[in-house]
């Protein structure tokens, strides 16, 4: 059994209905926004726009190949425009680096500024002094809070990478922790059956009951399997401070999304607050070869327990020509009654970010 383990370990270690119209799509946006939408069945719902990706490889910035997109919960330009966070490489060569990406319509895209917002420790000892990416923005206590993940190696070591964080006060200028705030609880030691014993990054942050809930992605052997599980955990803060122990909170339904059959888990969420439940969005992985090929989401009453499944995925890669490889990190929104929903697609290296609607 030892084999079989380090088998799949290894395995997954080597990576790393509605209209819509342009006129219709986010004259403005404003994350106060907490109504859910009339209609809210996200696995049939939700209506791609036709012209997706809303942002190309090498749009916005010439020598650029766009990954993770996150939307800030509290706007930062106001009612006329929209602010998202992008991570950024040239071509897949390191660094990867986050931008502030500005527009005024979701269609077209500028980074504000031209240079990256956050990037790799300058310090080559530093747990993120080799790229940054998979921000997580939102405004709590009077101050905009980034919460990021980071490696110091390569990409596809995934034992390195950590969760870190920053805060700005005006979502432009950063000032990072001195260190990361969250990373595998034991990535060199025997197999301990621990959720997030080799793996986590990706974190999602919102505010909730007067707290910063922060959900990530990690990497553990379950112990009923018996292999690797990727699975969403959760920590919560008063203060960007202290922070919980980390629990796990999602694990993949295994008569939905079964091991057995190469279904690694879950990865990439992203939260939303709306009528008072918090909504979680991921994409759903392969274990071998690793790819993420479908957006899920599911739904609390408390953000911890007791989650509700979709009774299947949103989108899948074959569904979009741009998406054939991947299909990735979903980010929702909500702008007058209709959730939108901004997601990462790839055909080999080259792909962008699409836009789906949901609501009347």
């Not at 990361?180 to 997030?196: A, E, K, M, N, R």
């Not at 399997?225 to 699975?231: R, V």
């Not at 009774?311 to 939108?340: C, M, Q, V, Y």
């Amino acid at each position: 059994m030892i084999k079989l383990r380090l088998f799949f370990l290894s395995t997954f270690l080597i990576l790393g209905g509605c209209g819509i119209s342009d006129l219709d799509i986010l004259p403005e946006i404003g994350s106060n926004d907490t109504k859910a939408p009339s209609v809210m069945r996200p696995d049939t719902c939700f209506v791609p726009y036709p012209n997706n990706p809303v942002i190309a490889d090498h749009d916005v910035l010439p020598d650029a190949n766009w990954d993770d997109i996150n939307i800030p919960q509290k706007n930062i330009l106001g009612p006329s425009g929209i602010v998202a966070y992008g991570v950024a490489d040239s071509g897949w060569k390191t660094p990867l680096e986050i931008y502030r990406l500005t527009s005024e319509n979701g269609l077209q895209w500028e980074a504000n500024p031209k240079t990256p917002v956050l990037g790799p420790s300058e310090d080559s000892t530093a747990w993120d002094s080799k790229s940054v990416k998979a921000p997580s923005v939102i405004f709590f206590q009077d101050q905009y809070h980034m919460f990021y993940a980071g490696y110091s190696t390569n990409k596809n070591d995934l034992v390195n990478y950590r969760i870190g964080h920053a805060v700005s006060d005006d979502g432009i200028h950063w000032e990072k922790d001195e260190d990361f705030i969250l990373g595998p609880s034991d990535p060199d030691g025997s197999v301990d059956y621990s959720f997030d014993q080799y793996f986590v990054s990706e974190p999602s942050a919102i505010v909730y009951n007067d707290e910063i809930y922060l959900y990530f992605t990690a990497v553990g052997v379950d112990k009923t399997l018996n292999k690797t599980l990727q699975t969403i955990g959760l920590v919560r803060s008063p203060n960007g401070k202290y922070w919980s122990i980390p629990e796990p909170v999602i694990t993949p339904d295994q008569e939905q999304y079964p091991r057995t059959q190469n279904v690694g888990g879950f990865s990439t969420p992203s939260a939303i607050v709306m009528a008072g439940k918090v909504h979680l969005f991921v994409d759903i992985v392969q274990a071998d070869p690793y790819e993420e090929f479908g957006l899920y989401h599911m739904v609390s009453a408390n953000g911890v327990e007791n989650w509700r499944h979709d009774d299947g995925p949103i989108h899948l890669r074959g569904d979009f020509a741009w998406s054939k490889d991947t299909l990735r990190a979903p980010e929702p929104f909500l702008k007058n009654g209709k959730l939108h929903l901004l997601y990462t697609g790839k055909v080999g290296k080259m792909g962008g970010i699409g836009l789906s609607t949901c609501g009347e």
